[in-house]
């Protein structure tokens, strides 16, 4: 199966870049590419793409407004966002998360990461490297308004799922889940996309914003004793 990519980014030298490694790959195609947010909307849809990769400041409409719209809009519920950053640099980038990015790449990537963070997120894990998003969202935290609503969400989650949630803002992935809860990996996925149907989220960067947000995991907390 081939994994179909939109590049969204308003430098053209940059997407020439993208499409020369990814074209290069077996099981990867790029089928569309946009200059502006607008743009990305639109061939999101008419290419059906897998995957965007999304600049966040480009003309007409930035990356931010596009990610917002791709995410909420239930034809293109398939679709998943990467979000194409400067690490240090960037305070967008929680705000593209919380808008519905399912993670973010720094525009230096290596090729053989650039293809790793795809397929991930094509496959459904959504978040590319929790460690990462976990460090940004401490950095950037004060620039994020508690959500009353998601805060109360979590009185909806069982005492498993509300220690999953924390060890997933921790940056645990499923496997780490499960070997630290003595389960199977699955049972974690399980427990791992319940909460993200209870708190009506879309991937797992959503569930470390959450967690964050609502104060179940603070900047510095170590990671839980068993």
Known sequence: MTIRV???DDQALIRAGFKMIIDSEDGFEVVAEAGDGREAIG????????VVLMDIRMPHMD???ATRRIAADDNLAGVRVLVLTTFENDDNVVLALQAGASGFLGKSV???DLLHAIRVVAGGEALLSPRAT???VS???DHLRPEAAQAAGLDELTD?????LTLVAHGLSNDDIARRLHVS?????THVNRAMTKLNVRDRAQLVVIAYQCGLVRPGDALPQR
């Open 134 to 136: 976990r460090g940004l």
């Open 6 to 8: 939109l590049l969204a």
């Open 139 to 141: 950095r950037f935290l």
């Open 110 to 112: 290596a090729p053989a």
């Open 63 to 65: 990356g931010l407004e």
């Open 43 to 50: 061939l999101a849809r008419s290419a059906r793409a897998d």
């Open 185 to 189: 990996p699955l049972t974690a996925k």
């Open 160 to 164: 498993r799922e509300r220690e999953i």
